[in-house]
């Protein structure tokens, strides 16, 4: 077979080929979740969305301010729990084999950084040109700074999660040692980050939660992987348990009811996280062990199992284009006379016509998706080793460019209208930590 023969193969008989050889030993459950919670988290954006034209202007409303109702759906539908947990039990896997097999950290995290931060970059890439474009030919810049922030949320993740990945030897080694204790001092920390925030008001530290909150789940996903949550009565213990911490904080403590962020709230969940994003993820834990055994007999089958590496095989591509490609195709509505988007959000017909929509961006989105995921299957193979000062140097270099996009968008006061400085971040990040090589010419100059 030639080399290139299997990319020019359709997507669904690689996946179908990969699923004949995968061995017994894979737990197909941990990919279930991944692409399970991708499939809520694009969901959840493109309802949670309600883009709409008023007076001639296109306005951006969020079903969550205008219906209250709709932020008890975010208890279900805000699933980074589950991204840090699935994380916590792959990397533990992943640096266990690497180790085991005497490859050290900077084997390991070539690799790693390779397919995290290689499929971002056409992202940022492509609203460089999309907002030089605009600022050039007149579209008004608060239009493209709203189009890019929306667009550019999914890479908040992201920068987070390789900042848990370049942790991995030091959570690993805790986990090792101290076991579940590992897990409940971090959970520890992060509610008297929320008691500084909430009864003394100090505001700042309760950005440390990122770690807090986060290296904590990450930890419950090494104790999966070691198999002390194993059991339906273990995992009715951790689901009603987080299930009542959860409802005792937002009823009779300071804590909203939405998982995320709401225009106009004085206090959020998610930015910075609060110990109510570790007790949401204690629940949809629990929750979801509970069906393990019979999900994997589920995914043994063939079907399922290709359809699971079929989204996994092109997930980081969907999760962070998703938003792209709603935004191009409301984009494209405007300029065919507002198509769709003058009815008001949050009525009856607006309701309805939602499945609509949503098969729309689903199109947009599958027109994208092809072209980048090529690069995200192709991101696994570390070229050679970098030293591990350069690695966590660009990474993170990375992780702040994408945290200020992120925040901000692209729009700004330097060259083109943009905010040159900050977009040039990830690309330096990747440059110094191999990620992508600079042409052979300008090495050698």
Not at 112 to 133: D, E, H, N, T
Request: include cysteine; aromatic fraction near 12%.
């Amino acid at each position: 077979m030639e080399p290139d023969e299997p990319m020019k193969r359709g997507l669904w008989a690689q996946a179908g080929a990969m699923a004949l050889q995968t061995p017994e030993s894979r737990n197909r459950y941990v990919d279930f979740l991944r692409a399970l919670s991708i499939l809520a988290v694009i969901s959840g954006h493109w309802l949670m969305a309600a883009p709409h034209v008023v007076e001639g202007n296109l306005a951006i409303a969020n079903m969550l301010e205008l219906e209250p109702w709709t932020r008890w759906l975010t208890w279900g539908f805000q699933v980074m729990p589950i991204f840090f947990l699935v994380g916590g039990y792959a990397n533990g896997v992943s640096w266990n084999a690497a180790t085991r097999d005497g490859h050290g950290y900077s084997d390991w995290l070539t690799s790693r950084l390779g397919r995290l931060i290689k499929p971002v970059l056409p992202l940022v890439a492509a609203w460089v040109v999309i907002g030089g474009v605009g600022n050039a030919i007149g579209i008004r810049s608060e239009i493209l700074a709203i189009a890019s922030q929306v667009a550019l949320v999914p890479i908040w993740f992201l920068s987070v999660y390789i900042l848990v990945a370049l942790l991995v030897p030091l959570t690993w080694s805790a986990w090792r040692r101290y076991g579940m204790a590992s897990f409940w001092a971090l959970a520890l920390l992060a509610l008297a980050n929320d008691a500084l925030f909430f009864v003394f008001g100090v505001k700042d530290v309760g950005w440390l939660n990122y770690a807090f909150v986060w290296l904590a789940v990450h930890q419950l996903g090494y104790a999966w992987r070691d198999g002390h949550l194993n059991g339906l009565r273990n995992a009715a213990t951790w689901a009603i348990g987080g299930a009542l911490l959860l409802i005792g904080m937002v009823y009779f403590g300071p804590y909203p009811i939405a998982m995320v962020s709401v225009p106009g709230d004085e206090v959020s969940n998610t930015l910075p996280p609060k110990f109510a994003m570790l007790a949401l993820g204690v629940m949809q834990m629990g929750i979801l062990l509970a069906f393990e055994r019979p999900a994997q007999r589920w995914l043994a089958r063939v079907g399922p199992w290709t359809a699971t590496l079929v989204i996994n095989g092109m997930i980081m591509t969907i999760y962070l284009w998703h938003l792209t490609a709603s935004t191009l195709t409301v984009g494209l509505a405007l300029e065919i006379g507002n198509m769709g988007l003058e009815i008001d959000p949050g009525t009856g017909l607006w309701w309805s016509l939602r499945p609509v929509w949503l098969l729309v961006y689903v199109a947009g989105l599958a027109l994208l998706a092809p072209a980048f995921s090529r690069l995200e299957r192709g991101s696994s193979s570390a070229v050679q080793t970098i030293a591990g000062w350069r690695l966590v140097t660009g990474a993170l270099i990375t992780c702040g460019g994408l945290a200020l996009l992120a925040l901000d968008g692209v729009v700004g006061t330097e060259w083109f209208g943009l905010r040159v400085y900050v977009l040039c971040l990830p690309f330096l990040g990747a440059v110094i930590a191999g990620v992508v090589s600079l042409p052979q010419r300008i090495q050698r100059t």
